[in-house]
């Protein structure tokens, strides 16, 4: 090693010594022409720009986009903050609201992965509760759970499980955790079921959040937008934490035109064809005997346990990409996003293709060849 990384990694606080790389779904560098391993739209979209103006700021929180955002979530302009996609949203939360070395987060595992990362950058302790917990526990359960955790991170529909947390508890668990805590609902996938968005229930509680994004069904992963939805008074000590100018004129001008009411009604229109492929995937996967669970939630994916986690090396070898998880200790489940019809052809074919291994096939009294 040499003097001058010596030097570095001994200036590090133990938080961030400590920090395993983060692994998203592109980070790991895989090769492959089915990409259903990052919940992302099979649809691209046309856009128009005009990059004019480039010598200028941006406006820092661009007005037709959240105009547009407002009218959307039936919200008022000054419920909406924009920043560079829901996970820019998750870490101003934590940064502003968060004393690091001192408060705590609360979340329900199995959950979405940047809740931890962005505490633990923080040096903020994980309160680590369950997603059985968060659906079959009582409110007062889960609220004693909770301790004093001052965000509550609840993603609801729940990636990578698809479970919903019902309305009604989110709404108990926001008024007993009134003055305590802020509860983040990280509504992700929400348009795959919009009936169950929690924004109707920020203008009567102070402390509900509810996390936006146009990568999932806005097919938009790449632009980097999302929202942060609350009350003013949550989202004024952030708008002072953000970055001056967190949004390009170029993003905003496409996030602009992604929003307009047109697009919306297009976006909808994807969305149920999506619904519609994804119980088209169920079927298949309910019928073939190397997949042992299926998790038949929300949302534009499907999680399932394999009997075989080698299964999962057998896609990758015919340019199939799925994202495989570690759920409750087993390391042989996988999550398939929704793709195009023509994408779900290449699962059928892999699924198609399986043996069933030995002791599970012996097991269901298949003959093994
Ligand atoms: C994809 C995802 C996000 C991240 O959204 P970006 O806007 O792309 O940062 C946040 N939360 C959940 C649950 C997600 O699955």
Not at 47 to 54: A, K, N, P, T
Not at 297 to 307: D, M, Q, R, S, Y
């Amino acid at each position: 090693m040499s003097n001058k990384s010596a030097t570095a990694s001994s200036l590090l606080p133990d938080n961030i010594a400590a920090l395993a790389a983060y692994s998203s779904a592109k980070s790991e560098k895989l090769s492959g022409t089915t990409w259903l391993n990052a919940n992302e739209s099979p649809y691209a979209k046309n856009l128009e720009l005009s990059i004019e103006d480039l010598n200028r700021y941006p406006d820092p929180q661009p007005q037709l986009v959240i105009e547009r955002y407002a009218a959307y979530t039936q919200l008022d302009n000054e419920n909406v903050l924009m920043t560079r996609g829901a996970d820019e949203g998750i870490e101003l939360l934590v940064r502003t609201y968060c004393e690091p070395a001192k408060d705590s987060i609360a979340l329900f595992l199995p959950t979405y992965g940047m809740y931890k990362v962005t505490a633990d950058t923080h040096n903020v302790t994980i309160n680590a509760l369950t997603q059985a917990l968060l659906l079959n526990g009582s409110v007062e359960e889960i609220v004693t759970a909770v301790a004093s955790a001052k965000l509550v991170f609840i993603c609801n529909p729940n990636n990578p499980t698809g479970s919903l947390t019902p309305l009604d508890k989110v709404k108990a668990i926001a008024s007993a955790l009134a003055g305590k805590a802020l509860v983040i609902v990280d509504e992700a996938y929400i348009e795959f079921c919009p009936e169950q968005s929690a924004t109707a229930l920020i203008s009567q509680y102070s402390n509900v959040v509810v996390l936006r994004t146009l990568s999932k069904a806005f097919a938009l992963a790449g632009l980097r937008t999302g929202f942060t939805l609350a009350q003013e008074s949550v989202l004024a000590p952030i708008r002072k934490v953000i970055a001056p100018y967190p949004v390009s004129g170029v993003v905003a001008s496409i996030a602009a035109q992604a929003i307009a009411p047109d697009a919306i009604t297009s976006m909808r229109r994807q969305v149920t064809i999506l619904n519609t492929l994804k119980a088209k995937l169920i079927d298949w996967l309910e019928a073939s005997d190397c997949v042992l669970k299926i998790l038949t939630g929300e949302g534009n994916f499907v999680t399932l346990k394999l009997a075989d986690r080698n299964y999962f090396k057998t896609a990758l070898a015919q340019g199939l990409v799925m994202r495989a998880f570690t759920l409750y200790g087993e390391d042989d489940w996988l999550r398939i996003s929704i793709g195009s019809e023509q994408e779900l052809e290449q699962v059928k074919i892999w699924l198609d293709g399986l043996q069933m291994p030995a002791a599970t096939a012996s097991l269901a009294g298949k003959e093994v060849s």
